[in-house]
Nanobody, 125 residues
Framework: QLQASGGGLVQAGGSLRLACTAS????????IGWFRQAPGKARLGVAC????????YFDSSVGGRFSISSDSTQNTAYLQMNNLKPEDTAVYYC????????????????????WGQGTLVTVSS
């Protein structure tokens, strides 16, 4: 089960931190993905965290502004979002699957088996 939290309303240039907690996971080897979906647009993979070797990936639209950290004791991954822009406004979802995902697949929603509920991020101009 995944629980996402941390969304809200922020002004452009501000920051938010989203949390994704994976409860009931039987293995410490899993991948967390962050996706977002703006109104009328397709779901887009924006960030990924491979728990096994702690590697991260960021879409070019958020690179340099977003970062990922984790708390292994709580099975929680955090998406730190800085210098937010109005175009970052979307419902953000976290997703997970056991094991690693190859690089070419990490932005594909179908590569993930578990999804949390979305959390709304609104960035005002």
């Amino acid at each position: 089960q995944l629980q996402a939290s941390g969304g809200g309303l922020v002004q452009a240039g501000g920051s938010l931190r989203l949390a994704c907690t994976a409860s009931g996971f039987a293995s410490a080897d899993y991948t967390i993905g962050w996706f977002r979906q703006a109104p009328g647009k397709a779901r887009l993979g924006v960030a990924c965290f491979q728990r096994s070797d702690r590697t991260t990936y960021f879409d070019s639209s958020v690179g340099g502004r977003f970062s990922i950290s984790s708390d292994s004791t709580q099975n929680t991954a955090y998406l730190q979002m800085n210098n937010l822009k109005p175009e970052d406004t979307a419902v953000y979802y976290c997703a997970a699957r056991y094991g690693r995902i190859i690089t070419s697949e990490i932005k594909r929603a179908g590569a993930y088996d578990y999804w949390g509920q979305g959390t709304l991020v609104t960035v005002s101009s």
